[in-house]
């Protein structure tokens, strides 16, 4: 039992890159404070404010773009479950894919 778990510790290991961030960079949103060892709290706008502050640093990404071209958050539809709403703008093309007992549009 011992010899899997260093297995799979040992190749886990070798996929893992370790992440460090400093009070104020930018991972999509701004640093305020370092919480534990894995846990960042983040500025949040008021569109998210139904969105708890404080995110693992799996979940984030350093941010390497120019402030003027931070995507606006006015155009995001965020629903009742916290989810992104995706509506299309138009659709190109539609096509039924039959399987042998089931039919799958295709948009």
Request: proline letters at 6%.
């Amino acid at each position: 039992m011992q010899a899997a778990q260093d297995r799979q510790k040992s190749y886990a290991d070798r996929k893992r890159k370790p992440m460090e961030f400093e009070v104020g960079d930018r991972v999509m949103l701004k640093v305020l404070a370092k919480v534990g060892k894995v846990a960042y709290k983040l500025e949040l706008p008021q569109e998210l404010s139904r969105v708890h502050h404080t995110f693992h640093v799996s979940n984030l990404k350093k941010c390497y773009a120019d402030e003027p071209l931070v995507m606006p958050l006015e155009g995001i539809h965020v629903d009742d479950k916290l989810q992104f709403v995706e509506e299309p703008d138009e659709i190109m093309k539609r096509e039924i894919k039959r399987l042998k007992r089931s039919r799958i549009p295709l948009v």
